[in-house]
């Protein structure tokens, strides 16, 4: 776990989160309030005017690898950590009202969109106020949120708008359906003429623009998801070590093996690799470098990619008892898929990457002009 | 001191003046003796060697810069240099293990590009298991006599200079009584036959040593001592040396890109090579972190550890996909201009041929494998050999 902080204070807030984490189980929520009664995490409002720098990324990314590493970051209120960074740069009263609501320990969803995926569509009001309708797929909480913000097309804005809701608002319905995995339910959201307020909106967010508001809350989101991929297949590889050193079988430990061996170097260079894309994220962001928004992609295509190999090759390590919930990667593997239907999939983010590489490309537009010189060139 | 930034945009534009637009379009038409001359007059100003020590005419200013000079003469269309073996893998270790008079008398030529090197470690019973070499070097006054082979040496029909690892020892076996030494390539006795290689080239040869001498001064670090100094060799081999080739792959995606851009593609080909490319690109870009990452530790004096193998293995891997592909897209892409198309095919298929080799040198895939479970994760010893 060292090796994610590059500072002592950092290693720090990673280990006091890992073992708050433990003790308080599976519950992202209870780590934040536990951390927030600590003093260790302020994620109130400031004034209107002050300085709204927000929770300092390095501490927050302490925080999230620190609860993801042990806990797999599938527990309820995963979501609103992950929001956390994007409320500040959201400068708007709704984001106001939803970090001094959090700071109370007040349970506020978040359903993340699936860029490409279903969204809720909203129309967009003279007076800033939306009318939104649709179907939103997959809270991962059980619907007990007394707020619940929602991801918003509307035709006449850019990017996605996020609203918050009341969970109580007639014009709302929920749909429960039975989990997978260690879920016991995934809830569905059903939105019929739903009037949202301008004072409702909290912001938006832009994966499409290279700069500007909405791509930073976009990045933060993504560096969220990204940090606790890479936390996840750090604390994937070491149990799977630690198990392969201890199981025998054919009379030695099946880590003596050399097609174990190879595994799991493998399983370790895809993670580092995993690594340096989010620590690169993680600074990009601090130093608003205008290479954030293609560290975005390029991190989220290596963590979700890696992740997902890596937490399939510690189940094919582990054997039965990986498949089995005996050894507890279940909560890994539900965790990594979810983060990775969790904004864009690296499949659409390496997509991004080639279409912006193809744009830069300075001979796509037309070909260029031949040299007159040489001696196979035409005009 | 030259900040960076400007260091990279005072060198690109030096790049764009002296570099002959040939290089990009034809890389293939490139001959040994024009890159050389144009190395040499490269290593001459100021671009070259900022990062080296003040001892040796350097300003110290660290390895950043020399990942940026290897990104920029990448993105100029500057092929591997030939000077790259003495300048990336003998300088390191010679400044690391040379007494002052070996320093004196190697470092400048080196730098300058007007003495060439070559690495005489593998033999034919001696490849993964490098400490099987058999070659031996017999004390007699004033020196050593040196009697054996080395293979897939390269660059060995260019060099002045081979630093070859020896058994001083008789009756040693494995990683005791080594030594590493610089030999001269125009000493009696030497002599080099080329390899053909699966791209067609003879970059590659076999180096005969038949009692030859080398004096007692072109032993390089404590008689014996050679398996720690080729480890250290091998280490920069694994990281600062492969920076070229880590920058080099970002640029070659850009040509995929350029021939994705105006080609006409037939059904839905130009979408599934967007993902590849895509793809590529990530890939790319954490190995220019990775080098960054590994230049930190060294100018922080953390050790690389096993990122260095780390990066060695998923970047050969990622080449060898980057240069597949490319060489795919070269051969289903039309566009208007034949030649260009003949060119772009010449260069992939070149590339995807010498690419098959990186896989196998300075440790194979499988070597690195075993570097980062035993030494990275603490695996046992079990059924194969450690490195």
Not at chain 1, 13 to 40: Q, T
Not at chain 1, 296 to 325: D, M, N, P, R
Not at chain 2, 89 to 114: E, H, K, R, W, Y
């Amino acid at each position: 776990v060292t090796e994610f902080a590059s500072s002592d204070e950092q290693r720090t807030i990673v280990e006091v989160v890992r073992r708050v984490a433990r003790e308080a189980g599976r519950s992202g929520g209870a780590v934040l309030s536990e951390l927030h009664a600590r003093g260790l995490v302020d994620v109130e409002a400031a004034e209107p005017g002050a300085d709204e720098a927000g929770i300092p990324i390095p501490l927050w990314t302490s925080l999230l690898y620190g609860i993801a590493f042990e806990t797999g970051a599938a527990g309820e209120h995963a979501a609103t950590l992950r929001l956390l960074r994007a409320l500040s740069i959201w400068r708007t009263p709704a984001s106001r009202d939803v970090r001094s609501r959090i700071a109370d320990g007040e349970f506020i969803d978040v359903a993340f969109p699936q860029i490409g995926g279903r969204l809720v569509s909203g129309q967009l009001h003279d007076d800033g106020s939306l009318t939104c309708a649709g179907t939103l797929a997959c809270l991962r909480s059980d619907g007990s949120a007394s707020q619940i913000i929602v991801p918003v097309r509307a035709a006449s804005a850019g990017g996605i708008l996020m609203v918050v809701l009341d969970t109580g608002d007639p014009s709302i319905s929920m749909g429960l359906h039975p989990g997978f995995g260690p879920h016991a339910a995934t809830v569905d959201l059903i939105l019929d003429g739903t009037r949202v307020p301008e004072a409702r909106v909290l912001g938006y967010l832009d994966p499409d623009g290279s700069a500007g508001p909405g791509m930073e809350a976009f990045a933060a989101c993504e560096l969220a998801v990204c940090t606790e991929l890479a936390a996840m297949t750090r604390a994937v590889l070491d149990r799977t070590v630690q198990f392969t050193k201890t199981r025998m079988q054919f009379g030695r430990p099946i880590a003596e093996f050399q097609a174990v061996q190879h595994e799991l170097a493998n399983m370790a260079l895809l993670g580092e690799m995993a690594l340096l894309s989010v620590l690169a994220l993680a600074r990009a962001l601090e130093e608003s470098d205008p290479a954030a928004r293609s560290l975005v992609s390029v991190a989220k295509y290596a963590c979700g990619e890696y992740a997902t190999k890596i937490v399939e090759a510690a189940i094919q390590l582990h054997g039965g008892i990986g498949f089995t919930w005996e050894a507890g990667l279940q909560h890994y593997l539900v965790a990594v898929t979810e983060a990775n239907r969790t904004l864009g999939s690296p499949t659409w983010h390496r997509r991004w990457l080639a279409d912006s590489a193809v744009q830069a490309a300075p001979e796509a537009a037309a070909p260029q002009p031949l040299v007159v010189s040489s001696p196979q060139s035409r005009p | 001191v030259i900040a960076l930034a400007d260091y990279e945009k005072g060198l690109a534009v030096y790049l764009r003046r002296v570099v002959p637009g040939q290089w990009r379009r034809a890389p293939g038409t490139i001959t040994t003796g024009d890159l050389l001359a144009f190395e040499r007059t490269l290593y001459r100003t100021e671009w070259f060697g900022v990062w080296l020590p003040a001892s040796v005419g350097g300003q110290g200013l660290g390895r950043r810069y020399q990942i940026s000079f290897e990104r920029e003469l990448a993105r100029a269309g500057v092929p591997d240099r030939v000077a790259r073996v003495g300048q990336n893998l003998l300088l390191p270790t010679l400044l690391n293990f040379g007494t002052p008079s070996q320093v004196d008398a190697f470092a400048a030529p080196t730098i300058s590009g007007t003495l060439l090197w070559c690495q005489g470690f593998s033999e034919t019973e001696a490849g993964s298991d490098l400490a099987a070499l058999r070659t031996q070097a017999k004390k007699v006054s004033g020196g050593f006599v040196v009697r054996g082979q080395k293979v897939w040496t390269s660059l060995a029909h260019l060099a002045d200079f081979c630093f070859a690892l020896v058994r001083t020892q008789p009756g040693t076996r494995k990683h005791g009584g080594i030594s590493m030494l610089l030999i001269d390539m125009r000493s009696p006795g030497v002599e080099h036959r080329p390899i053909r290689q699966i791209d067609g080239r003879s970059e590659f040869a076999e180096v005969f040593f038949d009692d030859v001498f080398v004096p007692d001064d072109r032993i390089l670090g404590p008689e014996g001592s050679g398996w720690s100094v080729a480890m250290a060799t091998l280490q920069y081999e694994r990281s600062s040396a492969n920076f070229a080739r880590q920058v080099r792959l970002t640029a070659e995606l850009g040509r995929i890109a350029r021939m994705l851009g105006r080609a006409d593609l037939p059904g839905g080909l130009g979408e599934l090579y967007l993902h590849r490319l895509g793809a590529a690109i990530a890939k790319a870009r954490i190995l220019e972190l990775a080098a960054e990452r590994i230049a930190w530790q060294e100018s922080n004096e953390v050790p690389v550890g096993t990122l260095g193998a780390m990066t060695k293995l998923y970047w050969s891997e990622a080449h060898q996909e980057a240069a597949a592909f490319g060489a795919e897209v070269a051969h289903n892409v039309s566009y208007r201009d034949p030649a260009t198309v003949a060119d772009d095919q010449r260069y992939w298929d070149a590339l995807y041929f010498s690419s098959r080799a990186e896989t196998i040198y300075a440790g194979t895939s499988q070597i690195q494998r075993n570097i980062i479970a035993r030494r990275g994760l603490g695996l046992p010893r079990g059924d194969g050999p450690a490195q």
